[in-house]
């Protein structure tokens, strides 16, 4: 083995070094009995990540124009709530966000299909503290998402 090749594997992670050695971990959201690709499949942290920025954005909107009346202190305080109360009553209800939606995403619960109002709470809550959404598992789902039952899919 050449020093390329030591940190080659140092740079790319334990994962890509296991893979190599013959490891074969399978495709994200395999061991949920999800698809590997198209509607249904595991979403990508890029889309992921762009829905919520829409929905923070949106809710900076709400928060900025409609409850402050301008920017001040409050105005991330309020954004938060609002996050929190547009998180919990449209994936309890309907599945998604308008960033999700947007971004052609869908919360599921794992066993039912669809997630019902507590799961969206339980979520939204752990999602508004962030760390639990920023620990994730092999399959791709945040820790919220672990404790809720649930994934986030394509549509």
């Given at each position: 083995?050449?020093?390329?090749?030591?940190?080659?594997?140092?740079?790319?992670?334990?994962?890509?070094?296991?893979?190599?050695?013959?490891?074969?971990?399978?495709?994200?959201?395999?061991?949920?009995?999800?698809?590997?690709?198209?509607?249904?499949?595991?979403?990508?942290?890029?889309?992921?990540?762009?829905?919520?920025?829409?929905?923070?954005?949106?809710?900076?909107?709400?928060?900025?124009?409609?409850?402050?009346?301008?920017?001040?202190?409050?105005?991330?305080?309020?954004?938060?709530?609002?996050?929190?109360?547009?998180?919990?009553?449209?994936?309890?209800?309907?599945?998604?966000?308008?960033?999700?939606?947007?971004?052609?995403?869908?919360?599921?619960?794992?066993?039912?299909?669809?997630p019902n109002p507590l799961?969206?709470?339980?979520?939204?809550?752990?999602?508004?503290?962030?760390?639990?959404?920023?620990?994730?598992?092999?399959?791709?789902?945040?820790?919220?998402?672990?404790?809720?039952?649930?994934?986030?899919?394509?549509?």
């Amino acid at each position: 083995m050449d020093n390329r090749d030591a940190i080659g594997s140092w740079l790319s992670g334990p994962r890509e070094a296991a893979e190599r050695a013959g490891v074969d971990f399978g495709y994200r959201g395999e061991q949920l009995g999800l698809p590997e690709e198209g509607p249904g499949s595991i979403a990508r942290p890029g889309r992921r990540f762009g829905a919520l920025i829409v929905d923070w954005g949106l809710c900076l909107l709400i928060a900025y124009g409609l409850i402050t009346h301008g920017y001040d202190r409050a105005t991330g305080n309020w954004a938060l709530l609002v996050f929190f109360l547009l998180g919990v009553l449209t994936v309890g209800t309907l599945g998604f966000t308008p960033g999700k939606r947007l971004f052609g995403l869908r919360v599921i619960a794992l066993d039912t299909g669809r997630p019902n109002p507590l799961r969206a709470l339980l979520r939204t809550a752990l999602l508004c503290v962030a760390v639990p959404a920023l620990i994730w598992d092999r399959d791709g789902r945040g820790l919220h998402d672990r404790l809720a039952r649930t994934a986030e899919v394509r549509i």
